[in-house]
């Protein structure tokens, strides 16, 4: 079982990035799979999950209406829609499930991905 972040990188605030969790060794749509963010100095946060099955999503307050997290079932992936990138979303970027049968209340309990860095600054 391997996660695989990607997508990072460096833009100007107001501008947009698509981080991408590839799953290896098991289907997305079986497990609750979200992103947390460690940024300097700070603790790491839980961004956003979608659950398994019905797909339901959650987003902590501070990117509600500016992230949007998704499922490629085809593909494979997790993805997270990043818009209005603000100076305070710089962090490292993680991906993380639950186990299986769990829901998103414990995602990064489980199998966690390296992280990507997203830099936002003028």
């Known amino acids: 079982v391997q996660l695989q972040a990607s997508g990072g990188g460096s833009v100007q605030p107001g501008g947009s990035l698509t981080l991408s969790c590839a799953a290896s060794?098991?289907?997305?749509?079986?497990?609750?799979i979200g992103w947390f963010r460690q940024a300097p100095g700070k603790k790491r946060e839980k961004v956003s999950c979608?659950?398994?099955?019905?797909?339901?999503?959650s987003y902590r307050d501070s990117v509600k209406g500016r992230f949007t997290i998704t499922r490629d079932n085809a593909k494979n992936t997790v993805n997270l829609q990043m818009n209005n990138l603000k100076s305070e979303d710089t962090a490292v970027y993680y991906c993380a499930t639950a186990p299986f049968n769990f829901g998103c209340d414990y995602i990064g309990t489980d199998y966690w991905g390296k992280g990507t860095l997203v830099t936002v600054s003028s």
């Open positions: 979608i659950d398994s099955g019905d797909g339901a999503t």
């Open positions: 060794g098991f289907g997305v749509y079986r497990y609750a």
